[in-house]
Structures are given as C-alpha cells and as structure tokens.
C-alpha cells in the first residue's frame, strides 16, 4: 500500500488526503493537532519548528509539504517558511516524490501581463520574498522536488472578501487589477496529477484558465449572496500602497494542462463561485 505524508493537512491538504484514502492509500500529517485531522488520516503530532519532535519520521513513497502560514502560532512568517522547511529536510528520509506547494506571489510583475514559470521572480512584497527564499531552501537541499506556484486559493468556507460584501462595506483596491484565483479542489486535483507526471524538479503553475479582474469577481460573489453591489474605493493618496496592492499579473497555466494532464473543473472564477456559496 502506497504511503503519503502531508506537512500542512490543513484546507488544501485535507482535500488531498481524501483523495488519497479514495484511492485505498495510507495518509499520514505531521501536525500540532491531532484531533484537526480528518477521519482516515493517521497522525505524527510534531512542530517543524522544533527539530526535536522531527526525529523519527518515517520513510514514505510521497511527501507534501503545504505547510501556510498560521498568524496564532506567535512565529514568524519566515521561520515557519524557510527555518521550519530547512529543519524538516534535514531529518525526513528519502521519499520517491516530493511535491511542495508554493505560492505564485514570488514573481514581482506589476504591468497586468501575463507571466509563466520563465518569467523573472522578484517580489516586492516581504511575503513573496519569504516564499522565494522557501524556494531557494528546497531547491538546494532536494533539486528534484516538484514546485507548485498556486494562486490564489478559493472555495466553500474561503470566499475572498465575503465578510467585507455581506456588510456592504467598500472593497479597498484597484477594482481593475487581475486576480489569479484556482477552486481548492482543482489544486488537491492537481497535486494528485503532479505527482503521477511531473518532471522531477520542474515548476507548475496552479491556476484556472482565465485571471479575472476583482470588480467582476466581486460583482458575482455579491450576486451570489444577495448582497448589494460591491463598491469600491483607493486608499488614501497620503498613505503608502500596501505591497499586495501593487501585484498585477496574469498567471499561464499553459505547462499545468500540457503536461500534468489536469481538466479543471472549474476553469471559470464564476462556475467556481457558484459551486462555492453556500
């Protein structure tokens, strides 16, 4: 019976998992918190941020590392991207894959082009930098590992900006910018794809087929909650841009379809939306 590991069993990976038990795999996480983990998945409590609860790990056929960033835990940003994967690969035994999920946020580009995974990487934000850094950890510690850049992350229970339309409050941004967005469970699906037929060391971009601006975007999920019309505002011409704001790309996800095989279920925000309200 093939054996996986998740690191991160959280929205996304317990997604994952399901599909892997679907398919009559052992699951094991590695998690603070036994009882977050769905039925079917066995537990290895430890912290990754305490190499000393890392010692023993078990050999497995796959790993998935998709370890986000919890602002409770009271640790950096940084130390749990970059120290926390730089103290797990030191201990975990080779594996027949490992896939590693990313975030599309390392690459800088501000022109609302489109970018693919040659185009340069160089985030303005603190946040991308801490994932390019991430990046740089895994790919000189296990040069074969398979990349995954996601966008943006979105489903039932993870509505962007739900709370701020429900309320009627106004939506602080440029309403013209591109979102890059992928339905969670198009991005479990595409985990299970990249690690049947991706080339070992190679970068995916996670995305659905087509970045959609935030006004329309925001206009549908208003529709979709009977909710007024969103509206929205800059912020203050006194006040610096946020780094998030300045972000306006559209992702390809032309190498994801070619050769990780993956047909979206939802390759439109809008089918995912409606999919996803509730």
Same mark, same amino acid.
């Given at each position: ?40 998945? &066995? ?21 998935? %590392?998709?370890?986000?960033?919890? =602002? ?10 970059? @120290? ?15 896939? %590693? ?5 390392? %690459? ?7 970018? @693919? ?8 934000? &603190? ?71 991706? =080339? ?15 006004? %329309?975007f925001y206009q549908t999920l208003a ?5 007024? &019309? ?28 070619? &050769? ?9 925000? @809008?089918?995912?939306? =409606?999919?996803?309200?509730?």
């Open positions: 019976m093939p054996t996986c590991l998740i690191f991160g069993c959280g929205y996304l990976g317990q997604r994952v998992a399901s599909l892997w038990l679907a398919q009559g795999r052992r699951v094991l996480a590695a998690t603070r918190d036994a009882g977050r983990l769905p039925a079917g998945v &066995e537990p290895i409590v430890c912290d990754v941020l305490k190499p000393e609860t890392l010692r023993g790990l078990p050999p497995v056929d796959t790993v998935l %590392y998709a370890i986000g960033f919890d =602002r409770t835990s009271g640790a950096s940003m940084r130390a749990v991207y970059v @120290d926390g994967l730089a103290n797990v690969l030191q201990v975990l035994p080779p594996s027949r894959k490992f896939v %590693y999920v990313s975030s599309s946020s390392v %690459y800088g580009q501000t022109d609302g082009g489109w970018v @693919d995974e040659t185009s340069p990487t160089a985030p303005a934000e &603190e946040a991308g930098r801490i994932v390019l850094a991430a990046e740089g950890v895994l790919r000189a510690a296990l040069p074969s590992a398979i990349l995954l850049r996601f966008a943006g992350i979105y489903g039932p229970g993870r509505l962007l900006r739900r709370q701020t339309i429900e309320k009627g409050e106004p939506i602080v941004g440029d309403a013209n910018k591109w979102l890059n967005l992928i339905h969670v469970n198009d991005g479990a699906r595409a985990i299970l794809a990249a690690e049947e037929h991706a =080339r070992p060391g190679c970068i995916y971009n996670i995305c659905d087929d087509h970045p959609v601006r935030r006004r %329309y529709r979709l909650l009977s909710a007024a &019309e969103p509206t929205f505002v800059m912020p203050p011409a006194a006040q610096p841009t946020p780094p998030h704001e300045k972000a306006h790309r559209r992702i390809n996800n032309r190498r994801m379809k070619e &050769e990780l095989q993956v047909a979206l279920h939802f390759p439109e925000y @809008d089918q995912g939306l =409606r999919a996803s309200v509730g």
